[in-house]
């Protein structure tokens, strides 16, 4: 009877261990609280998208003036309604950023762009205007695919837009519908590839606090978040479901336990 006292025992004793383990291996930035304002400043990234070949750009130049004006300086297209419409819907066109890091731009030419951020590309272009157009332009630039995708142990995986040109690994899986039971919070990867061609991997810890200071806290455009997942489902992120099952089993037990003392007896 001792001993299936004892059993019973060391199988409590594991549920409560695992359940524990479980909220330890959930929780994100752990300790993040204990971060001082000192520490704290130096998780202030300054972040700007930089510009990358195959990137689609929209630039929109306007003013003051008649807007036919600026007509020669967007680039427009004629689109028609359909194959016997004699009027056609004129729409901006995107630029793409070639192999070279440049971009065709009318009037001006060639316009070198890779490695800028869209506020110095319409600085450039402010400044080169000037020799055709009078003072008090306009000039937007905006990325048209800033795309990221996220795939692995999520709940949305899929490609996700980013209309305002930034967004943190947080941000992005909270776009994804957060993790499943099964994602490992200790493994996220990160597949990046920079301007030149070259591919970078590299893993975050989404337990760690010091998270908030890795170079790839925020993602850039085209970059894939994998999520790995646990080596066995139903044990290693053991939010409940491997909890609920210990239990159930010491349930049994205590049961079973219960008829042998009360028959014993």
């Not at 600026?70 to 194959?83: A, D, G």
């Not at 909270?174 to 990160?190: E, N, P």
């Amino acid at each position: 009877m001792k001993n299936i006292i004892k059993i019973v025992a060391l199988l409590l004793t594991a549920a409560i261990v695992s359940g524990c383990r479980s909220t330890k291996n959930v929780a994100y930035l752990q300790g993040v609280e204990n971060l001082t304002d000192a520490q704290l400043q130096r998780s202030a990234q300054p972040y700007s998208a930089k510009i990358k070949p195959n990137d689609m750009l929209r630039i929109i130049v306007s003013g003051a003036e008649d807007p036919d004006t600026y007509m020669p300086f967007n680039l427009l297209t004629s689109v028609p309604y359909n194959e016997n419409a004699t009027q056609a819907n004129v729409s901006l066109q995107s630029y793409l950023v070639d192999t070279r890091g440049t971009i065709d731009f009318p009037v001006m030419g060639k316009l070198y762009v890779v490695n800028s951020t869209t506020d110095q590309v319409k600085q450039m272009i402010t400044e080169k205007l000037k020799d055709y157009l009078k003072a008090d332009l306009v000039v937007t630039v905006r990325f048209v695919n800033y795309k990221i995708s996220v795939l692995g142990e999520v709940n949305q995986p899929g490609v996700y837009t980013v209309p305002d040109e930034k967004i943190s690994i947080l941000q992005a899986l909270s776009l994804a519908g957060d993790l499943t039971l099964y994602g490992r919070r200790d493994v996220v990867k990160i597949l990046r590839e920079e301007s030149d061609g070259h591919k970078t991997i590299t893993t975050l810890n989404l337990n760690d606090r010091n998270l908030i200071f890795s170079p790839f806290y925020y993602l850039r455009q085209g970059d894939v978040v994998y999520v790995e997942p646990n080596k066995t489902k139903a044990k290693g992120a053991g939010v409940g479901a491997a909890t609920n099952i210990v239990f159930s089993v010491v349930s049994v037990v205590i049961g079973v336990a219960s008829l042998i003392v009360t028959v014993a007896k």
